[in-house]
């Protein structure tokens, strides 16, 4: 669903959303504050800025946010295992919304990083419930190279929000389906499904595909 902010009612939009993660993370009025402040920064970045500057205007806050949140959780914080070049993670399904598809592959065609289309296509017809069968190959994200993200300053926001908390070798997707534990506090997490509904999130996959096709 993308929303016409034209009709929307924004304090409301903001309100049920505060409400429904609110219930579900717990009330903690501190950190429901915070949320509520950067939904409506990102809500205003939305209705103003121009489209081509959406997306990296929400990295912004997003990075902003963790940092505030890093500094008020130190001790959650700290047991964040992610280091460079695990890259397990890097073959889960990735949302992303409209407008970071378009960032993405601008910033391809600007570094001249080749997308594998022929991979993409057999992701694009895969969901969350049998992306495994897809197999390790073709699991694997289409901007990682050699174990690291071709376009790491520009990577997606689900990418920016995902702390693994425990060992890495749990996160193998290849090997088993273990439950990950993920440092996520509730303005992140609030901020994260403010983004996805404003953007028309949806499977990275198919958003690309359907640019490169209308681009050809
Ligand atoms: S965009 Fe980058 S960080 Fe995100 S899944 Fe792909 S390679 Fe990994």
């Not at 694009?124 to 790491?152: Q, R, T």
């Not at 595909?209 to 681009?215: A, G, N, S």
Request: charged share 30%; with cysteine.
């Amino acid at each position: 669903m993308k929303i016409n902010f034209n009709q929307l009612e924004t304090e409301s939009l903001i309100d049920s959303l505060i409400k429904e993660l609110a219930e579900k993370y717990g009330k903690r009025p501190e950190q429901l504050e915070s949320a509520k402040l950067a939904l409506k920064h990102a809500i205003k970045a939305y209705i103003t800025e121009d489209k081509n500057q959406v997306a990296q205007k929400f990295y912004a806050n997003i990075d902003y946010l963790i940092q505030a949140e890093k500094n008020n959780d130190k001790d959650n914080y700290n047991k964040i295992q992610c280091k460079k070049k695990c890259s397990h993670c890097c073959s889960i399904e990735v949302s992303i919304t409209d407008e970071e598809a378009d960032l993405l592959l601008k910033v391809a065609k600007d570094k001249n990083i080749k997308i594998n289309t022929k991979r993409l296509k057999r992701q694009a017809s895969h969901f969350s419930e049998n992306w495994h069968k897809l197999g390790p190959k073709d699991m694997k994200c289409v901007f990682l190279k050699e174990k690291e993200c071709s376009i790491y300053d520009y990577r997606p926001s689900v990418c920016r929000t995902y702390f693994v908390t425990n060992e890495q070798m749990l996160c193998d997707t290849f090997k088993a389906n273990h439950k990950i534990k993920t440092w996520m506090p509730i303005s992140v997490a609030i901020l994260e499904i403010a983004i996805m509904l404003c953007g028309n999130g949806g499977s990275m996959a198919k958003k690309l595909l359907e640019r490169i096709k209308r681009d050809k």
